[in-house]
Nanobody, 124 residues
Framework: EVQLVESGGGLVQAGGSLRLSCAASGFTKDDYAIGWFRQAPGKEREGVSCISSRDGFLYYADSVKGRFSISMDAAKNTVYLQMNNLKPEDTAVYYC?????????????????WGQGTQVTVSS
């Protein structure tokens, strides 16, 4: 059974930092893309940051460039999202997702496997 389990969400003040983790298990393909998406109340889900396993292609949404950083520990089958200088508008449920095959995009409809989500709340 494939599984993605997120952790690391919480409540933080504006300007603070959080690190989200996504532990993957049960996957067999070594050619994949994995990333973070978020959905705020009343808004559509958006791609935050994605990474491809083979070519290392990175994607960041314009709204998080320079503040968020995605990384991957292949030995631990874990991907991280370091979020610095958080803003109230970053408040959302953050989801980890994975797709088979590389991707140069971070489009949610291209991703097949999803975690349960973790809440990030940034207070002003």
């Amino acid at each position: 059974e494939v599984q993605l389990v997120e952790s690391g969400g919480g409540l933080v003040q504006a300007g603070g930092s959080l690190r989200l983790s996504c532990a993957a298990s049960g996957f067999t393909k070594d050619d994949y893309a994995i990333g973070w998406f978020r959905q705020a109340p009343g808004k559509e889900r958006e791609g935050v940051s994605c990474i491809s396993s083979r070519d290392g292609f990175l994607y960041y949404a314009d709204s998080v460039k320079g503040r968020f950083s995605i990384s991957m520990d292949a030995a631990k089958n874990t991907v991280y999202l370091q979020m610095n200088n958080l803003k109230p508008e970053d408040t959302a449920v953050y989801y980890c997702a994975r797709r088979d095959g590389d991707s140069w995009y971070c489009r949610d409809y291209e991703y097949d496997y999803w975690g349960q989500g973790t809440q990030v709340t940034v207070s002003s």
